[in-house]
């Protein structure tokens, strides 16, 4: 029987990466304290360090564009949806 994966939260793992670059206890004490694997610490650690920058960035693109394609799906939904009123309003 095979074991389930675990799967972390967001918030656990940056809580961990911030611990481990803080370096106030090594890899695998960090490990041991929180149940996982010393190369899954060092994963979150460097995943941390590289995407830090981005955190600060002031033109965040990947939200933003995120953000405007699903304005621009909503607003084109509402504009059927307004389109089918006017088409039921006519056949009543």
């Not at 995120?66 to 009543?92: F, H, N, Q, S, V």
Request: no cysteine; net charge positive; hydrophobic share 35%.
């Amino acid at each position: 029987m095979s074991k389930k994966r675990r799967r972390f939260t967001e918030s656990f793992k940056a809580k961990v990466a911030l611990e481990a670059v803080r370096e106030t206890s090594t890899l695998s004490e960090l490990a041991s304290k929180y149940q996982v694997h010393p190369n899954q610490v060092s994963a979150w650690k460097k995943q941390l360090i590289h995407q830090a920058p981005e955190l600060f960035s002031r033109n965040n693109s990947l939200a933003s564009k995120e953000e405007e394609k699903l304005i621009a799906t909503l607003y084109e939904e509402i504009g059927r949806l307004k389109m089918d009123i006017r088409w039921l309003e006519k056949k009543l």
